[in-house]
């Protein structure tokens, strides 16, 4: 049973308590076991890393070592945390989940003790996850905003295309600019005899739209142009054919310390780009790519590899292993695996800290057209 503490009596001690948190938007659930499990303290604080750590503060005087499960709040937490001189470790939440279903009732409270137990039977029995740093998290939040504002402009280009093709009207799109695409929809727009004014006045504020979305893209990408710039690292790997300042931001900050990788294959691992393996007795099965980790990274890793086997003129050994592997696999599948050798190579640049070698193609086929959907 635990104790109850006054908020004047304090707990001295010289073992280390392992402390759960179970985090939720408004409260934040705590419990605090000693060497042996024993619950020593359980209670509540408002989620804010500054009123748990004084909550812990007030009543406890000795080592502690927090843990917390993967969340949206988990960075601001952690790193506030540790501010406050806390040890925190943050651990995955589909892992800890499975632990802590096996307790029959579903509380707040019961998670945090299930937190609390695994932070005491160690690492064997959760998997600690790696936290951001404040600038790497910074980066990813611009990189999202800029995503999400390339998204909305596609999905607003394929909207008016859609719009007018019943009329007959296909719009031809390509790598244009946004005032070209405006012009060929406001033609379409002015020989269109069928659509009533009515319509045309609907369709011209998405174009103003999709305008205003096109200045912010530029915006952003000349930001991010200017980030990479000055960022040493962004440079090497803008060595690299194919990697532009997005892709080598978006990079920069998933992986963020390139130390908590043992070797290089296992960043393909980290961003999901690897089979699927499924092994039982004599079976041996080798499925599509696991799709773990960040999407965003993987799709930026993808269109730098159809960059580099298709639009890249200069040859590398590089480039000539991936159109060898389009030749014999086809371009899907080995836009992929070019995908994963670039996460290799990008994360060997970083940790060595050299740049590009092209090395000479023992072959130079024709280049591969990339493949329709």
């Known amino acids: ?39 020593v303290l359980e209670g ?24 917390m499960e993967t969340g949206s709040l988990a960075a601001w937490l952690y790193h506030g945390l540790r501010k406050m001189g806390f040890d925190v470790v943050c651990m995955d939440a589909v892992h800890a989940h499975r632990a802590l279903s096996l307790k029959r009732h579903k509380t707040d409270r019961n998670d945090a003790r299930g937190l609390a137990e695994l932070l005491r039977m160690g690492s064997d029995w959760m998997n600690i996850v ?6 790497s998290q910074e980066l990813r939040v611009q990189l999202a905003a800029r995503g999400r504002l390339v998204k909305q402009r596609v999905d607003l280009e394929n909207e008016l295309c859609g719009l007018l093709k019943p009329f007959g009207f296909v719009v031809a799109r390509g790598n244009v600019g946004a005032e070209t695409f405006r012009d060929r929809v406001v033609d379409a727009l002015t020989h269109a005899q069928d659509i009533g004014i009515q319509i045309k006045a609907l369709l011209l504020p998405l174009l103003d739209v999709h305008r205003v979305l096109a200045r912010h893209i530029t915006d952003a990408d000349a930001r991010l142009e200017a980030i990479a710039a000055t960022e040493p690292i962004c440079r090497k790997l803008m060595t690299i054919p194919g990697v532009g300042p997005v892709t080598a931001l978006a990079f920069r900050a998933a992986v963020d310390d390139p130390s908590r990788f043992k070797t290089a294959a296992d960043v393909g691992v980290y961003f999901g780009l690897t089979p699927r393996r499924q092994q039982s007795g004599e079976k041996d099965r080798h499925g599509r790519i696991s799709k773990r980790g960040d999407v965003g990274m993987r799709l930026h890793l993808v ?34 695996a070019v995908a994963r050798k670039l996460a290799t190579v990008m994360y060997r640049i970083w940790r060595d800290q050299s740049v590009f070698r092209w090395g000479k193609a023992t072959m130079e086929p024709a280049a591969p057209a990339a493949a329709t959907s």
């Open 1 to 39: 049973m635990a104790m109850k503490v006054e908020p004047a009596d304090v707990i001295r001690h010289e073992a280390l308590f392992s402390v759960g948190l179970d985090v939720s938007q408004r409260s934040t659930s705590i419990c605090v076991v000693d060497e042996q499990g024993q619950v």
């Open 130 to 135: 790696h936290v951001r740093e404040q600038a």
């Open 303 to 336: 269109q730098a590899a159809t960059v580099l086997l298709v639009s890249v003129k200069r040859w590398s050994t590089l480039k000539a292993w991936g159109v060898r592997l389009v030749n014999r696999i086809g371009f899907n599948k080995a836009k992929v």
């Open 44 to 67: 509540q604080a408002k989620t804010d890393p500054f009123e748990i750590g004084r909550y812990l503060q007030k009543r406890l005087d000795g080592p502690l070592k927090l843990g």
